[in-house]
């Protein structure tokens, strides 16, 4: 059987040939640079669509000193990442902005302390052109591992880390946590409720530290016994929501750190047939459509734009990765709104 031929890719002559300029101004439209009247660019790219040209990607590296690639690192072990939606929401959020800017995401997960050792040699390898991290922890090495690999790096969460001093200047996105928690716990309290408990996220996470303090903002002279840690998950939710009526028997109202602590307490109050709202009313946090609104009662909460916070860390790195070209000024961190979203639980 004779052998067949592989068939020919188009080349950066053909694109020019085809638009009727030079290789060298094709090779500017091709690979994003600047300087060329727009008739021209109109041509070439009508070229490339016509004939199904696809830069080399090495060469492009090369002209642009971008390598077209953004690292998005979670501190959180997968089996955390693929059960909780929040990551999933502000995944998309960067994917889309990404994608829209033509630019790969890569996922780095940390399942232990081991793994920062390998994200610090892959980021330092000229893989990336940045970084994305969120759900850092006070003591996570992230920060000092971007630094160190000379790469630009936007956070997600106001950061509080104590690794990398002088980092505290990095653009980071964040929702108004404080401000979302005192929204939620004065409703309860203008609800009538007198005992309003508190299921904290994990101390070590500036988001559950700052919805802690709204919860205080509100409530100055705090009962000890109406407060349960969590970690932002299910069980912890549940556990810390038995532990509470295990002390306080007559609380009236709980808020929770976060939907998912909320649907794990909402399961224990009904499993002792406790009425929600009417014994004890319930407010989390994140508004999550795939926890608030599938439990029972729907889940009265506050929301924050989970995937609109992706999008603006990607358009934040994106940026300050174009201010060499553009002149633009540094990213600013970005504060996003928080609102209470009434259901039935409160």
């Known amino acids: 059987m004779p052998e067949q031929s592989p068939v020919s890719r188009p080349t950066l002559e053909a694109v020019a040939a085809r638009a009727g300029v030079s290789r060298a101004t094709a090779s500017r439209v091709v ?29 492009r590296t090369l002209v642009t000193r971008r390598t077209g690639a953004v690292a998005v690192v979670i501190a959180e072990p997968e089996i955390r990442i693929f059960s909780d939606p929040f990551f999933s929401q502000q995944i998309r959020g960067i994917s ?10 890569v996922l780095l997960l940390v399942e232990g302390p081991g793994d920062f050792d390998r994200i610090a040699r892959y980021l ?20 000092t591992i ?3 690999a000379g790469i630009p790096a936007v956070y997600g969460g106001r950061p509080s880390w104590t690794a990398a001093p002088g980092d505290q200047a990095v ?14 716990v004065r409703y309860l ?10 299921i904290c996220g994990p101390p070590d996470q500036t988001s559950a530290v700052d919805r802690f303090d709204g919860y205080r903002d509100v409530l100055l002279d705090v009962d000890p016994t109406l407060i349960a840690d969590g970690s932002f998950t299910v069980e912890s939710g549940a556990r810390a929501m038995a532990e509470l009526l295990e002390r306080r028997p007559d609380l009236d109202a709980v808020f929770a750190a976060n939907d998912l602590m909320a649907s794990g307490a909402l399961r224990v109050l009904r499993e002792r047939g406790i009425a929600v709202p009417d014994r004890v009313a319930l407010v989390g946090f994140d508004d999550m459509d795939s926890v608030a609104e599938e439990t029972d009662p729907p889940l009265t909460t506050v929301n924050q734009d989970i ?11 994106l940026r300050g990765l174009d ?17 209470l979203v009434r259901r039935a639980s409160a």
Do not use: W
């Not at 990404?98 to 995401?105: G, R, V």
């Not at 653009?171 to 939620?184: E, H, I, K, M, T």
């Not at 309290?189 to 508190?198: Q, S, T, V």
């Open 307 to 317: 995937e609109g916070q992706g999008r603006l860390m990607a358009r934040l790195l």
């Open 189 to 198: 309290r203008d609800l009538g409720r007198e005992r309003i408990a508190h």
């Open 31 to 59: 690979n994003g640079g600047e300087g060329v009247r727009k008739p021209l660019v109109d041509k070439v790219l009508q070229a490339v669509e016509e004939l199904g040209y696809v830069p080399n990607h090495a060469a």
């Open 323 to 339: 201010r060499d070209r553009t002149g633009a000024e540094a990213p600013q961190s970005v504060i996003t709104p928080t609102t």
């Open 171 to 184: 653009p980071y996105v964040d929702a108004d946590n404080r401000g979302g928690a005192r929204l939620a």
């Open 146 to 148: 971007t630094r160190q």
């Open 96 to 105: 889309k902005e990404l994608t829209a800017h033509d630019t790969q995401l």
């Open 124 to 143: 330092s390898g000229g893989h990336v052109d940045g970084a994305l991290a969120f759900s850092l922890h006070t003591h996570d090495p992230l920060p």
